[in-house]
């Protein structure tokens, strides 16, 4: 399998952070359990239950003290632009699994911490939770992919996306343009 270097990465960075500073969803992503992905027009989102039929509620890989999953991880939002870079293999690599791929900017600049996002009907807050990938992400995108997205000097830029908790329910649906409240 033959994945993007970093130096192929570094030399698309610029267009990569030339991203809208807002921009419609291309694509859903809901995944009901592990490995498994669908792409759908639309998706409830709401406060109590994140995603309707995703896994956070039984499977959150962050969790709150008390053991429930934490709502800083409902909703992940990755640049179409670093997804069109990173997954050089459509046909035999899975979808990473963001819930939103968009041609936007999600630096800390576009959105800091805090920040408050409309998609569509919903309302997302942006999360103080850096999103550094996981194993998964070197495995299936390759280690080269990985380390661009964590170098230190790349970090405001949030190449690997940013994570969002729901603030109010709503429904959003492919086209719904995201930006800040």
């Known amino acids: 399998m033959k994945f993007a270097t970093g130096a ?7 267009w990569i952070t030339s991203a809208p500073r807002e921009a419609p ?11 498994e992905r669908s792409f759908p027009d639309r ?3 709401t406060v109590a239950g994140g995603i309707e039929g995703e896994r956070w509620l039984k499977h959150p890989w962050v969790k709150l003290p008390d053991g429930s999953p934490d709502p800083r991880i409902q909703v992940s939002i990755l640049s179409k632009r670093v997804l069109d870079s990173v997954w ?3 046909e035999n690599v899975i979808h990473p699994g963001d819930t ?14 805090g920040s408050r996002i409309s ?9 103080d939770l850096f999103n550094n990938a996981c194993a998964k992400w070197k ?6 992919s990985y380390q661009w997205l964590n170098r230190p000097e790349y970090r405001h830029f949030r190449l690997r996306g940013i994570l969002c908790k729901i603030v ?10 995201l930006g800040k409240v």
């Not at 969803?25 to 490995?35: K, N, Q």
């Not at 998609?119 to 999360?127: K, M, Y």
């Not at 495995?139 to 080269?144: A, K």
């Open 8 to 14: 192929e990465l570094d030399s698309r960075l610029d």
């Open 25 to 35: 969803v291309d694509l859903l992503c809901h995944r009901p359990g592990f490995s």
């Open 43 to 45: 998706l409830t989102l």
């Open 88 to 90: 050089t293999d459509r």
């Open 100 to 113: 939103m791929i968009a041609d936007i900017d999600l630096s800390e600049s576009n959105f800091p911490v």
């Open 119 to 127: 998609a569509g009907t919903a309302v997302l807050e942006v999360s």
């Open 139 to 144: 495995v299936r995108y390759g280690n080269e």
């Open 168 to 177: 109010g329910d709503g429904v959003v649906s492919v086209g719904d343009v």
